[in-house]
Each structure stands twice: as structure tokens, then as C-alpha cells.
């Protein structure tokens, strides 16, 4: 009745850090006018502007997995995304209550690449370690959905890195090219150090590519991925995991 009365609803916070915290809407109002004024000096980037499918926007993100489980009865290799706690409903007095979860502090990093008009370019997961043994165990994962063929790859840490950032750049370049979308085309990206190199500036301009950095500590606001696509990503592979966890079969099971 409170929260009723004084125009007030429950919303779920967001951690940020503290340098995002001191983002003001002069200085984003600031990135844009800078963006707008390079892009819009030469014409063909001026006309790339307009078009929705020359637009571009990159991230990735981190996503939890167990450790790699080879059953050769079933000739599955399986990993599992970590899964937070959900509400579920429980005898009164219980004060709490718990789910079983994986130990594993394994991770792979997920890149995506998206243009306004919806194209996806090829995704591409980076595992860690030295041997890409997914690619091997994973050639039969079904390959006809939007996206096409995902990409797989490995690092030492299982982040992208500068090398394996190229590999995304080839992954767009490729799809560029399958679309016949023209050049050149505008990429929107954070500043992530593997993102910055001269290889990348390279590659970039020799095929028609206009990388432009969004402002530092402001990703969470400018990042279109980051507020739309990886969101929803998240929120259904959780709901996947919970399923699978809550089937007969994996009761116990993380």
C-alpha cells in the first residue's frame, strides 16, 4: 500500500563501478556530438550513418561452465552455465534454503557482433586452455540458426585476446562479404585493451571498417548489446540450466 501510494514499484539493482558512477549527460551528450561530427566529415561514413545493416556494435561477455565431462557412451561433451539462486516456494519457518551448484570457476568468454538491422556475424566462443579440442568435440552442434556457424577458438586464460580479436574481425569481414553489405561500415566497440592494437587498426582500414570506441565507464549505458542482446542471452540460458537441473534425471546434479 505504501509503495502503491507514493508511485513506487521493486526493481532489481545493478553493480557498477565506481568510475561509471560519476558518468554525467554532459559528457555522454559530449562522445555523441564528437561521434557525430567525425562520422558525419566524410560522406561515406556520412551515408553508412543511415544505413541500419553498415552499423555494427561488438562485445562479449563471460559465461560460467563446469568442467569438460567426455561420456563416450553418449558422445556428448557437456558443460553446464553456473546458476544463481531463484524464489521457490517453501514451508514457513524455513530460513533457508539451498541449490546445488558447480564448484567450477571455469569460464569461456562469448563474442558477438550485431549491425542494427539484425544480421548477427558468426558468434565465437573462446575456452581456455592450449588445444582446441572443442572445435572437435563440438563439429556436431546443429549449424543452421540465424547466426550461422559459431566459431570456436582457445586462450591461455580463456579471455579474448588482441589475437583472438582479429579472429572476430575475420568473423565480420567474412560476413560482410557473404551479406554484400557495402563499405565501409561503422563498428562500435569498447575500449578493451585486446580491442586496441596496430594489427587491429590494420585490418580495419584495409577492410573498410571505421572503428569507433565508446566513452570509458559508460558501456553499461551506450553499449546496445550490453543493454538488449547479452541481457536476454542470460536470462534463457539460465532458464535452461534451471530446467535441467530440476529434471528427474539431474536432481542432485549441478
Known amino acids: 500500500r505504501f509503495a502503491s501510494r507514493h508511485n513506487l514499484v521493486v526493481r532489481m539493482t545493478m553493480e557498477i563501478s565506481k568510475g561509471r558512477q560519476f558518468i554525467r549527460p554532459e559528457d555522454i551528450a559530449l562522445w555523441q556530438a564528437d561521434a557525430c561530427t567525425f562520422l558525419n566529415s566524410d560522406p561515406e561514413l556520412a551515408e553508412a550513418l543511415l544505413d541500419p545493416s553498415r552499423i555494427w556494435n561488438q562485445d562479449e561477455t563471460s559465461v560460467q561452465v563446469c568442467k569438460w565431462q567426455w561420456r563416450n557412451s553418449a558422445n556428448i561433451l557437456c558443460f553446464k552455465v553456473g546458476v ?17 551448484a558447480s564448484s567450477s570457476r571455469d569460464h569461456m568468454t562469448c563474442s558477438f557482433s550485431v549491425n542494427a538491422r539484425g544480421d548477427i556475424a558468426p558468434p565465437r566462443c573462446v575456452f581456455q586452455g592450449v588445444r582446441n579440442v572443442a572445435a572437435s568435440h563440438l563439429k556436431d552442434l546443429p549449424k543452421e540458426g540465424h547466426s550461422g556457424v559459431w566459431q570456436l577458438c582457445v586462450t591461455q586464460k580463456g579471455y579474448i585476446t588482441a589475437e583472438s580479436f582479429l579472429d572476430v574481425l575475420r568473423d565480420l569481414e567474412e560476413t560482410l562479404v557473404r551479406k554484400a553489405i557495402p563499405r565501409p561500415v561503422i563498428l562500435f566497440l569498447d575500449g578493451a585493451a585486446p580491442h586496441i592494437s596496430l594489427a587491429m587498426a590494420e585490418f580495419c582500414k584495409a577492410h573498410g571498417i571505421q572503428p569507433w570506441v565508446l566513452k570509458p565507464n559508460s558501456t553499461h549505458l551506450l553499449q546496445p548489446l550490453d543493454l538488449t542482446f547479452l541481457k536476454v542471452l542470460k536470462v534463457v540460458l539460465k532458464r535452461k540450466c534451471l530446467a535441467w537441473q530440476q529434471d528427474p534425471l539431474h536432481v542432485g546434479n549441478s
Open 84 to 100: 544463481t539462486g531463484k524464489k521457490v516456494l517453501a514451508p514457513r519457518g524455513i530460513k533457508v534454503l539451498y541449490q546445488v
